[in-house]
């Protein structure tokens, strides 16, 4: 299984297991029939369809959803920035994103990959990369647009923490910095399967580390670094339209299929258990958002219904293959309270300006539901089950990863705001903050007064 590029913890510890009692059981005389691999039409139009998805998350899903949120004359600049990114990041991918993410690494391989395939070099329409089904395979080509998108949006995501007072050049070099020495390893020790992560034998399905926990812990160290917004807390900052905040947070849910049932990397049942997952926990986390607002502030409010299905969908990424759908309705029921509870009493007890709450939603519901996936792959709680598994061990294990997930992703992304800081600056002027970045950085507005 070396050659595998991504493989589940589930199948590894499987695989293992078999092993082991192969290597117990008296030695029998059979004859092996050689598997030759095949590529299925079905999976193959899957994985288009699913890296399609997860590009409408990002461009226009997470684009509007956050642009709704911020004041009007900062519109496009959010607008620019996770366009802008995600073209940045697909170039970045193909040039040595790929090969540095889910290849052979050298003598870090635990931790970092390596350069055998910069430029995707060696790839060709005829190349493949096995599933994990034994003898069916995909093309690679469709195995790296479909990584490739992951890279593209969660760069993205970091801009909420620091959205209508960071420069656009700023942004972009800190992104570059931070997608090639933050997300690169930690996709690798996660998703390679010689991974220290993997080996360790955390389950992350569709990124609850890589991705939210990664960009959540980013965005935090962004708000405290750069300071808050002017007049925070003392001035009104009310989202401009959050009726495209629906539009975008819809489209964020629409496009989540692809991020959740593409990481199965087939069309079978694996992926219509994620799927069904990406449902209902989205559904109960949007419930969980309501029902606390409601009790809490005597109305509900459609921003925090829609914040209440982000988090769901955060909370149930790390765990849509591995567990049933009742424990993911109340995973994201439950993780939607807590998340609730950080965007409001622990930011405001605390002070930090995190504009769109990416710590307080994707950090917070990233680190419950890898926690949480430990707890509820359990057979006797609805999950999959894993071979060998223990409660306590595999929850000490999604213990680890979130760890050491938040204290690489925080330490260095404090490290580069530091370095771009010193050679570009962070922060616009006063009086460009007060006119707004539309207007400031790129010579638009957003609406016609």
């Known amino acids: 299984m070396k050659d595998v590029l991504k493989l589940s913890p589930f199948a590894l510890l499987a695989t293992a297991g078999i092993a082991c009692a192969q290597e117990a059981a008296p030695a029998i005389v059979e004859t092996v029939t050689e598997v030759v691999p095949t590529v299925d039409k079905g999976d193959v139009a899957w994985m288009l369809t699913a890296s399609l998805l997860v590009l409408l998350m990002t461009v226009p899903g997470l684009g509007l959803f956050y642009g709704g949120l911020v ?35 050298g003598g870090m391989d635990a931790f970092f990959g390596g350069f055998s395939r910069l430029f995707l070099q060696g790839i060709n329409a005829d190349s493949t990369v096995a599933t ?15 990584q490739m998108t992951f890279f593209a949006i969660t760069p993205g995501l970091i801009v909420g923490g620091f959205a209508e007072r960071m420069k656009f050049k700023a942004v972009l070099l800190f992104t570059i ?22 080996l360790r034998g955390a389950l992350d399905f569709a ?17 405290i670094v750069i300071g808050p917004r002017i007049g925070y807390r003392k001035e009104s900052h009310t989202p401009h339209s959050l009726t495209l905040t629906m539009v975008g947070g ?7 299929f692809g991020f959740n ?89 605390l002070g930090y300006d995190d504009t769109l709450d990416v710590f307080g939603i994707h950090g917070v519901g ?17 999950g999959v089950g894993i071979d060998g598994y223990e409660m306590g061990h595999q929850v000490w294990v999604q213990i680890e990863g979130v760890l050491i997930t938040l204290g690489w992703g925080g330490i260095v ?16 002027t006063s009086e460009e903050e007060h006119m707004g970045l539309d207007l400031t950085d790129h010579g638009e507005r957003a609406y016609a007064y």
């Open 261 to 349: 049932a593409g990481s199965n990397l087939e069309a079978n049942g694996g992926t219509t258990l994620a799927m069904l997952n990406t449902f209902v926990a989205t559904a109960g986390a949007a419930l969980g958002w309501l029902f606390i607002e409601w009790t809490t502030k005597g109305h509900p409010s459609l921003l925090g219904v829609v914040s209440g299905a982000i988090a769901g969908l955060v909370a149930v990424t790390p765990a849509a293959g591995f567990i049933g759908p009742v424990g993911a309705i109340v995973l994201g029921f439950l993780v939607s309270i807590v998340c609730f509870y950080f965007c409001s009493t622990v930011k405001n007890a």
């Open 132 to 146: 994990f089904t034994d003898g069916v395979v995909i093309p690679e080509f469709v195995f790296i647009c479909f």
């Open 71 to 105: 004041r009007a004359k900062n519109m496009l600049s959010v607008l620019m920035q996770t366009f802008v990114i995600s073209c940045v990041m697909m170039v970045l991918w193909v040039v040595y994103g790929y090969s540095v993410a889910l290849n052979p690494g």
């Open 413 to 428: 992304s404090f490290i580069l705001f530091k370095i771009v800081d010193l050679l570009v600056g962070l922060r616009v």
């Open 250 to 256: 819809s489209l964020l849910w629409v496009g989540w």
């Open 207 to 223: 990124g609850g580390t890589v991705v939210h926990i990664n960009a959540g812990i980013a965005a935090l160290v962004g708000a």
């Open 177 to 198: 910095l931070w997608a090639t020495l933050v997300y690169l390893p930690i996709a690798h020790m996660v998703w390679y399967s010689d991974g220290f992560l993997f």
């Open 366 to 382: 990233g680190i419950l539901g890898s926690i949480g996936t430990g707890i509820l792959v359990s057979p006797a709680l609805g």
